[in-house]
Nanobody, 123 residues
Framework: QAQLVESGGGLVQAGGSLRLSCVASGRTFSSYAMGWFRQAPGKAREFVASISRSGDSTYYADSVKGRFTISRDNAKNTVYLQMNSLKSEDTAVYYC????????????????WGQGTQVTVSS
C-alpha cells in the first residue's frame, strides 16, 4: 500500500510560482502513475495533471496547460508539480494521487491519495 505526503503549498500573489512535492512510500514508486487533483471550496474535484510510470507521458487539464509542469524522480519516490503564472482561480486544496494506470479525467478515482496541501493565490 502506498502512502503519499504532499508539501509545498502556501500563499502566493497572482503571477507567482509554487512547487508542490509528493513523496510516496510503501510499494515500488515506479509501479504507479502519479498525478494531481485539486478542489476549491464549493466546487467539484478537478483533474490537474498526471504522469506515467516511466515519466514519458504527461497529461494536463486545459486550465493549467502551459503554466503547470508535472515531473517525477523515481530515485527519490517523488512527484512534483511546478506551478507558474498562478491565478486566483488556482486557489484550492491540491491532492497527490497514485494508481497503476495513468489517468487524465476528473472522474477517475486513483487507488491512493494524499491528505492535500492548500494553495492560495491572492489577487
Amino acid at each position: 500500500q502506498a502512502q503519499l505526503v504532499e508539501s509545498g503549498g502556501g500563499l502566493v500573489q497572482a503571477g507567482g510560482s509554487l512547487r508542490l512535492s509528493c513523496v510516496a512510500s510503501g510499494r515500488t514508486f515506479s509501479s504507479y502513475a502519479m498525478g494531481w487533483f485539486r478542489q476549491a471550496p464549493g466546487k467539484a474535484r478537478e483533474f490537474v495533471a498526471s504522469i506515467s510510470r516511466s515519466g514519458d507521458s504527461t497529461y494536463y487539464a486545459d486550465s493549467v496547460k502551459g503554466r503547470f509542469t508535472i515531473s517525477r524522480d523515481n530515485a527519490k519516490n517523488t512527484v512534483y508539480l511546478q506551478m507558474n503564472s498562478l491565478k486566483s482561480e488556482d486557489t484550492a486544496v491540491y491532492y497527490c494521487a497514485a494508481d497503476p494506470v495513468v489517468w487524465y479525467t476528473s472522474d477517475y478515482h486513483p487507488d491512493y491519495w494524499g491528505q492535500g496541501t492548500q494553495v492560495t493565490v491572492s489577487s
